[in-house]
């Protein structure tokens, strides 16, 4: 798959992703401070699957409708990498399949598809 992981979510877990085999652009390694509308379009453009803990990624999907090709936006209590990378090894191992085009919500309890009004 192809992820595009924001800067706030952190190089450990671009690099975990690599180490399984995907294909990703790390904001925090390649193009670090980059607005947010550029993260989005960016990742739109690539037909990546944008990683994030950023709720405001939540305000351009829905509010503005910007296009995406699928957001993961982790809401979580604890915020350390070995976390984040424990909820999405559970993301990938039971839901790839439903990620491409999707905005999902992730906390360390659920996963969450939110639904976009046309």
């Not at 952190?10 to 790390?26: C, I, N, Q, T």
């Not at 390694?29 to 990683?51: C, F, K, N």
């Not at 709720?55 to 699928?70: A, C, I, L, N, Q």
Request: net charge negative; glycine share 6%.
């Amino acid at each position: 798959m192809r992820f595009l992981v924001d800067e706030c979510t952190g190089p450990a877990v671009a690099r975990w992703l690599e180490e399984r085999d995907h294909d990703v652009f790390s904001v925090y390694d390649e193009a670090p401070g980059i607005p947010d509308e550029e993260v989005l379009q960016r990742a739109y453009r690539e037909q990546r699957i944008l990683v994030t803990n950023d709720k405001d990624f939540g305000e351009k999907v829905y509010r503005e409708r910007r296009p995406h090709s699928g957001v993961v936006l982790l809401r979580l209590g604890n915020e350390r990498s070995g976390n984040k990378i424990a909820v999405l090894r559970h993301l990938l191992d039971e839901y790839a399949a439903r990620l491409p085009s999707r905005f999902v919500v992730a906390t360390e309890r659920q996963v969450r598809f939110a639904r976009i009004e046309e």
